[in-house]
């Protein structure tokens, strides 16, 4: 599997990281520090489609673009 870049620093870092998908433990409480302090939000609701493209990324493959029922119009 391809390696992913930190959401933090944007470091390279492999799947099987031990703070994947951070590169550092630093890097997972400085982005923990962002939600805690609401800095980062949710916009909204997950939905199918929200869940097929995590699960596409961490699997390395393109995401489908037509999930049933998501409520999404294109």
């Given at each position: 599997m391809a390696d992913l870049t930190c959401p933090t620093c944007d470091a390279r870092v492999p799947t099987d990281a031990a703070a994947f998908?951070?590169?550092?433990?630093?890097?997972?409480?400085?982005?923990?520090?962002?939600?805690?302090?609401?800095?980062?939000?949710?916009s909204r609701p997950m939905d199918a489609r929200d869940v097929e493209e995590l699960e596409a990324t961490l699997e390395g493959r393109a995401p489908s673009r037509e999930v049933e029922g998501d409520g999404h119009d294109e």
């Open positions: 998908p951070f590169c550092s433990r630093r890097c997972r409480l400085l982005d923990l520090e962002k939600w805690v302090s609401g800095q980062y939000v949710v």
